[in-house]
């Protein structure tokens, strides 16, 4: 069974950073493309990055690149968000999701539960 879980979100003040995880399950990470997505109160759900493990293909929004670096491990089946220069306009709930297809704008497979990140003024 597919199995994603995210976490590592919380408070940080503007400008600081944070590592999200995200640790798969019942497959290896580098046979799927692994997303990040995020959703702010109020606003659609939006791709933040993304990465297929075994090219070290990846990909960025816009307003994230150069702030936001995605990375994995494979020995730990994980895929990682370091997200620095943290901004308010960041906060949201942030999902991983594994998809066979690597992008921000299509609808992935699989997702796991949200972490919230908070980034205060």
């Known amino acids: 069974e597919v199995q994603l879980q995210a976490s590592g979100g919380g408070l940080v003040q503007a400008g600081g950073s944070l590592r999200l995880s995200c640790e798969a399950s019942g497959f290896n990470i580098d046979d799927y493309a692994i997303g990040w997505f995020r959703q702010a109160p109020g606003k659609e759900r939006e791709g933040v990055s993304c990465?297929?493990?075994?090219?070290?293909?990846?990909d960025y929004e816009d307003s994230v690149r150069g702030r936001f670096t995605i990375s994995s491990d494979y020995v730990k089946n994980t895929v990682y968000l370091h997200m620095g220069s943290l901004k308010p306009e960041d906060t949201a709930v942030y999902y991983c999701?594994?998809?066979?297809?690597?992008?921000?704008?299509?609808?992935?497979?699989?997702w796991g539960q949200g972490t919230l990140v908070t980034v205060s003024s």
């Open positions: 990465i297929w493990s075994s090219t070290g293909a990846q």
């Open positions: 999701a594994a998809d066979r297809t690597l992008g921000l704008r299509h609808e992935y497979s699989y």
